[in-house]
């Protein structure tokens, strides 16, 4: 049973400062690691990709990748009340499926 | 340019009726998803479509559920004598190939009475 596994949260983080989400998953062969962002209400928006180990940079967004680990992680830099919402981490299997984790919860105090 | 979109975004049925939801996938995209997402759930993988064909049929819940894509474009989920606990937000994603980055529509609200 292929896995992703996520904190359900909610994680409460203070306006301007670092909200770190973290992701693990039980298949040593994938490739393929995405974050989403889902609002409540609405469908997932995707946030970033990340296919090869260490960092990947956008804007206040930073994805973080380890594959010894079986670990993907999403920092969001200067967190702002607009990115509270449920954070959604994927990650593409073998048969080109994506395993989904359950969702962290983001609350950005002001 | 323009996005996934779904219709319709929310269609209220009554329990035994077939229902028949539909997705546009982005525009030379040749990967195409369903997914199902119950109230406060996660995302669901019902079937994904490369081209015209279901590779992975594994995640439709069961036979009530069929799904088909023509043309490389449009695809239709459709559900025969729904049930309450049919009753989600249907998901459309669609990607450039297998393996990329899946761009989701609004989605169907589904309401089965």
């Known amino acids: 049973q292929k896995e992703v596994e996520q904190n359900s949260g909610p994680l409460s983080v203070p306006e301007g400062a670092i909200a770190s989400l973290n992701c693990t998953y039980s298949d040593r062969g994938s490739q393929s690691f995405f974050w989403y962002r889902q609002y409540s209400g609405k469908s997932p928006e995707l946030i970033m990709s990340?296919?090869s180990n260490g960092d990947k940079e956008d804007g206040r967004f930073t994805a973080q990748l380890n594959k010894a680990s079986q670990y993907v992680s999403l920092l969001i830099r200067d967190s702002q009340p607009s990115d509270s919402a449920t954070y959604l981490c994927a990650v593409m299997d073998s048969n080109y499926q994506l395993i989904w984790g359950a969702g962290t919860k983001l609350i950005i105090k002001p | 340019g323009a996005g996934v979109s779904q219709s319709p975004s929310n269609k209220v049925t009554e329990k035994g009726k077939d229902v028949e939801l539909r997705c546009d996938p982005i525009s030379g995209h040749t990967a195409l998803y369903w997914y199902r997402q119950r109230l406060g759930q996660g995302l669901e993988f019902l079937i994904y479509?490369?081209?015209?064909?279901?590779?992975?049929k594994s995640g439709l819940p069961s036979d009530r559920f069929s799904a088909e894509r023509t043309g490389e474009s449009v695809s239709t989920l459709t559900i025969q004598r729904t049930q309450q606990e049919d009753s989600a937000v249907y998901l459309c994603a669609s990607s450039l190939e297998e393996g990329v980055e899946q761009y989701f529509g609004p989605g169907t609200r589904l309401t089965v009475t």
């Open positions: 990340i296919y």
């Open positions: 479509f490369q081209g015209n064909s279901a590779p992975d």
